[in-house]
């Protein structure tokens, strides 16, 4: 036997294959430097296999030594590669945004939407590809520093042409002098510009985060919410965001921050409906508000009805960012509320220096839900978080949370891991075997095995021989080798607790009181394994006073998921 953590050095299960199992993906970046994860977003069902998929952004990577950017989609059904799209030329960039734009072309398909650099016209740009055969079909390209595709989003057919329609941002963009920035709605189906929106304020940043916030006021139409971090309006850099009509233009609601330099608006998604009210309603993040704690940063939701605050979402420490990207998360909780998700990319988690935090909240009544955390030194999980779908089609809505700087596998290669919300129970396979004394050993386990929440996992055994040794062994393996009239239900290589007495009736007497149990704490979890790991577990144990093919004794397995 030998301990756990030299059996897993170096190694990091993505998906171990199992009946029933839950499934996690981390997807590192393709190279050192790639940064991917700067941007994540849902991909829809990109290959109609009938499972979630994942869009990645690498606005770094290379193609053929070239600084082309690249965008990955992902499977949620296993993993693997569907597309991968990349810039034309070095400096391109793609992948400094990316969003899944809907059916632009009507063909059926999913197509998506990144934001990237023209190297060849000298200006940063937006482009369009084809889901069905990678083929661009547009580009779209700003004013020379405008920063015109910082930020992207899919629409939905806001002129109700059979064409899906989209959203790009221009914080940089120059009006008669003023850099006020614009929101830029285009038509799917032509590339033409359907409305432009302008800042109200000069150096405001609009158009720094965009997003479609959902159908906020009911007519049919999805919305625009515009984040603009560095607007005066309401104090210093205090930010605001304001919600447009996606039908008309019209401005429907205006929401600013509440304190100097809160940058109010450097992000902003659809909350989904938070109320039930049967409005969309919207999350606007703060990454540097004050309200809380100084620099603490928040998130705070609003009514797409009225535009009154909901909730307000407080991070715990200065300069963690919190609030630096938010998303709507769906019903994590199956509780008929849409939750949300919001990530702190420099908050210090555990032993990590700014390895960075997402927080997942319940949109019932606001309470943290669970917690993921990054893994290493400045990975800054949480840079980007996004909205998974329901990946494992357990009906639980799962996440999407980006590293930019996480070093997996390679220095600043970036991350992007799939996580599922929902924690299944452990469950029992494989077979034991009853002893010569008639005990039937049992295995179960109560509590959870979190590195979030918790106390952790305690596994027992019942019902064995009384007075008899014995061990708990677990590894990341499921096994069913014939032994001793049972089976060995753990793969190697294993560990083992230490050899525990069953105690139970004194001797003489001889009966099935016996037990026997082990705790996979917080601690031991965080300090050796990654959340979306099943590990499997049985008892083992001898009784040397009956004969040898009898001697010992052997529980079922049982096997459970590493939760967030």
């Not at 420490?317 to 509320?337: E, K, L, M, N, T």
């Not at 010569?436 to 596994?459: D, E, H, K």
Request: glycine share 16%.
């Amino acid at each position: 036997m030998q301990h756990l953590h030299r059996l897993l050095i170096a190694v990091w299960i993505l998906c171990l294959p199992a009946e029933g199992q839950s499934v996690l993906y981390r997807f590192g970046g393709p190279a050192a430097y790639a940064y991917a994860g700067s941007a994540a977003a849902p991909a829809g069902d990109f290959d109609q296999d009938g499972w979630p998929d994942v869009l990645i952004g690498a606005p770094t990577a290379l193609t053929a030594g070239l600084m082309t950017g690249r965008v990955e989609v992902r499977s949620g059904r296993d993993g693997s590669m569907i597309r991968v799209f990349v810039g034309p030329s070095h400096n391109e960039y793609i992948g400094t945004s990316v969003a899944c734009a809907g059916d632009v072309d009507a063909d059926g398909h999913l197509d998506i939407i990144t934001g990237g650099r023209s190297a060849s016209l000298d200006g940063i740009c937006a482009r369009v590809y084809s889901g069905a055969t990678g083929v661009r079909i547009h580009e779209f390209l700003g004013q020379h520093d405008e920063g015109f595709g910082v930020s992207v989003a899919g629409l939905g057919d806001v002129d109700h042409d059979g064409h899906d329609d989209l959203l790009i941002g221009g914080p940089g963009f120059i009006l008669n002098g003023q850099d006020v920035g614009r929101a830029v709605v285009l038509s799917g189906a032509t590339g033409q510009q359907l409305r432009a929106i302008f800042g109200p304020t000069s150096q405001g940043y609009f158009g720094y985060a965009v997003a479609n916030s959902g159908d906020v006021d009911l007519d049919g139409t999805n919305d625009i919410i515009v984040g603009a971090l560095n607007s005066d309006i309401n104090g210093f850099d205090s930010g605001s965001a304001f919600v447009y009509s996606g039908a008309t233009g019209a401005l429907l609601h205006s929401l600013h921050g509440t304190t100097n330099q809160a940058h109010f608006g450097c992000s902003v998604a659809a909350a989904g409906d938070v109320d039930s009210d049967g409005h969309s309603d919207v999350i606007v993040g703060a990454y540097a508000d004050s309200t809380v704690g100084p620099r603490f940063g928040a998130a705070r939701v609003f009514s797409g009805a009225t535009g009154a605050q909901l909730i307000v979402l407080g991070g715990t420490v200065s300069d963690a960012r919190f609030g630096g990207s938010v998303a709507g998360a769906g019903d994590v909780d199956a509780d008929g509320h849409a939750d949300l998700i919001v990530g702190a990319s420099s908050f210090g988690y555990g032993p990590f220096v700014h390895g960075g935090i997402a927080k997942v909240f319940s949109g019932a009544d606001g309470s943290t839900l669970y917690i993921l955390s990054g893994d290493s030194n400045h990975a800054a999980f949480g840079w980007v978080v996004a909205q998974a779908g329901d990946v494992n089609c357990d009906g639980f809505d799962d996440v999407i949370v980006g590293a930019r700087t996480d070093d997996f596998p390679d220095t600043d290669s970036g991350s992007v891991s799939v996580v599922l919300s929902h924690c299944p129970r452990p469950r029992t396979y494989c077979d034991g075997r009853t002893t010569a004394l008639g005990c039937t050993p049992q295995i179960g386990a109560s509590g959870v095995a979190s590195l979030t929440t918790g106390n952790g996992l305690r596994v027992a055994v019942t019902s064995l021989p009384n007075r008899r040794d014995g061990v708990i062994f677990w590894g990341l393996r499921a096994d069913h080798q014939p032994f001793a009239g049972g089976a060995l239900c753990v793969g190697s290589p294993t560990v083992r607790s230490g050899v525990q007495n069953s105690s139970g009736s004194q001797l003489p007497i001889r009966d099935c009181s016996g037990s026997h149990s082990f705790t996979f704490d917080r601690a031991y979890l965080a300090g050796v394994i990654g959340a979306g790991t099943v590990m499997y577990v049985q008892y083992l144990g001898r009784d040397p006073t009956v004969a040898p093919a009898d001697e010992y004794i052997l529980s079922s397995g049982l096997a459970f998921v590493i939760c967030p």
